[in-house]
């Protein structure tokens, strides 16, 4: 493994380090639409600031992406590789 691999699957680890970060991206894999902010952050029982950081911290490795139209920003689960893999493991442990 590269040293450049090796520090993409480290930033993808990370990224899942916050149980509010596994139940946002969660809700957003089962809900298979766009969500708003207020939304996620309700979902993960924290603040709206907070699930903002989450998010965006997500989104740099491919896991979420987001929408901004009409002054609203919504989000929305990333259908990637990565994301596939991860939804097979959350799969696998229910």
């Not at 993960?44 to 979420?64: C, D, F, K, P």
């Amino acid at each position: 493994m590269t040293r450049s691999t090796a520090q993409r699957y480290a930033n993808i680890f990370q990224s899942l380090t916050e149980a509010e970060s596994l139940v946002m991206l969660d809700y957003l894999r089962q809900k298979g639409g766009e969500v708003t902010l207020k939304e996620l952050a309700d979902e993960a029982n924290t603040s709206e600031s907070r699930a903002r950081g989450l998010l965006e911290e997500l989104e740099q490795v491919y896991l979420v992406n987001e929408n901004r139209e009409n002054g609203e920003t919504t989000y929305y689960y990333e259908s990637t590789t990565v994301a596939d893999r991860l939804r097979y493991i959350l799969d696998r442990m229910e």
